[in-house]
């Protein structure tokens, strides 16, 4: 593949997101210079709640506005009608603004039929950075069954990242164990009556459930790995001593990679830390800088097709999955009982 010249006039992206608690809501509201949210005495969820708060991406391949809704993810899940509606005026603000693309991040990728609801309102691709967080989890579950082994228990294996990345690992010989029966159909792979059954004795868990907390952490085997995407996380409690929790969706940025001062307050707001993204944020990007027009997931439906493609134009971008812990970048070398190099 080679390698595409930066061109005048690069494509515009838009990427919705919302607060994810009360404090965050009150930064947002700063940014929207909005007293009564930033002060605490507004819910977020009137009409005028919506705006830009950061601009990001790579000068001359794509540059992307970062777009809030007022809503918190209980009123997102409440009133999935008020965040599609909410959605709705988000995107119209960014297409009209020039964007190509708009991706889904956090909770407005699941709500409202995992973005079909708002595509049917929508003249750009909607996608809802399924396709991203499955490469950015593949190539980082590679990294630590290489150092760890397997089995491997995937929880949220009926979502589509989950059952995207079965068929990923199943097809590379990985001994893969899935929490229902939906994520491991017509694949060789081992299905258990939940996630509790799923990870009994796995030394590497993924959890890849879109609302998380469906696994009680005493169901985890002693050292365990766990990689994990869920928003919420996966576990229903605090991880039991030993156990190593890493997210599996961190992204290392280019050089090139530009954001202004509210894009470096939005990705320490966001949990990103100040030197890396997660996968869904760079989604819209790469479809737009790569001249895609159908978008790389939508709906419950992921091919990992797809997967593959999408992770072919990053890493020609200059993208680099790394696992973290927080902020950080976080080496296998440190995982108990692995070997050292």
């Known amino acids: 593949?080679?390698?595409?010249?930066?061109?005048?006039?690069?494509?515009?992206?838009?990427?919705?997101?919302?607060?994810?608690?009360?404090?965050?809501?009150?930064?947002?509201?700063?940014?929207?210079?909005?007293?009564?949210?930033?002060?605490?005495?507004?819910?977020?969820?009137?009409?005028?709640?919506?705006?830009?708060?950061?601009?990001?991406?790579?000068?001359?391949?794509?540059?992307?506005?970062?777009?809030?809704?007022?809503?918190?993810?209980?009123q997102m899940l409440a009133d999935q009608e008020l965040a599609l509606v909410r959605m709705r005026r988000?995107?119209?603000?960014?297409?009209?603004?020039?964007?190509?693309?708009?991706?889904?991040?956090?909770?407005?990728?699941?709500?409202?039929?995992?973005?079909?609801?708002l595509q049917a309102h929508v003249p750009v691709p909607v996608t809802t950075g399924a396709a991203a967080t499955a490469w950015a989890m593949l190539e980082n579950a590679r990294t630590v069954i290489a150092r760890v082994g397997g089995p491997v228990a995937i929880v949220g294996s009926a979502g589509p990242v989950g059952r995207a990345?079965?068929?990923?690992?199943?097809?590379?010989?990985?001994?893969?164990?899935?929490?229902?029966?939906?994520?491991?159909?017509?694949?060789?792979?081992?299905?258990?009556d939940g996630p509790a059954a799923a990870v009994a004795g796995c030394p590497v868990v993924i959890g890849a459930g879109p609302t998380g907390g469906v696994l009680d952490p005493v169901a985890l085997a002693p050292g365990a790995v766990l990689i994990?995407?869920?928003?919420?996380?996966?576990?229903?409690?605090?991880?039991?001593?030993?156990?190593v929790v890493l997210a599996g969706e961190a992204v290392v940025c280019p050089p090139a990679w530009r954001r202004r001062f509210w894009g470096r307050l939005y990705q320490v707001f966001a949990g990103y830390g100040p030197r890396q993204v997660f996968a869904c944020l760079i989604e819209p990007l790469v479809l737009v800088a790569s001249g895609r027009t159908r978008p790389f997931a939508l709906g419950r439906r992921l091919d990992p097709d797809d997967v593959a493609v999408f992770g072919a134009v990053a890493t020609e971008l200059g993208f680099r999955p790394r696992l973290a812990r927080g902020w950080f970048g976080f080496d296998v070398a440190d995982l108990p009982g692995a070997p050292r190099r």
Do not use: Y
């Open 90 to 117: 988000a995107a119209a603000l960014a297409v009209a603004g020039g964007a190509q693309a708009i991706g889904l991040g956090s909770l407005c990728a699941v709500v409202a039929g995992r973005g079909e609801a």
């Open 165 to 192: 990345l079965a068929v990923l690992l199943s097809a590379e010989g990985v001994d893969v164990r899935v929490d229902h029966k939906r994520g491991g159909r017509q694949l060789a792979v081992t299905v258990c």
């Open 1 to 74: 593949m080679t390698r595409r010249r930066p061109r005048p006039g690069a494509p515009g992206f838009a990427f919705l997101v919302h607060p994810l608690s009360p404090f965050h809501r009150r930064v947002v509201g700063v940014r929207f210079f909005d007293p009564a949210m930033a002060l605490g005495r507004s819910d977020g969820a009137g009409m005028g709640d919506v705006g830009p708060i950061a601009r990001v991406g790579l000068p001359g391949v794509a540059m992307g506005q970062v777009v809030g809704i007022g809503l918190d993810p209980a």
């Open 228 to 243: 994990d995407v869920a928003l919420p996380g996966t576990l229903t409690g605090p991880p039991p001593r030993g156990v």
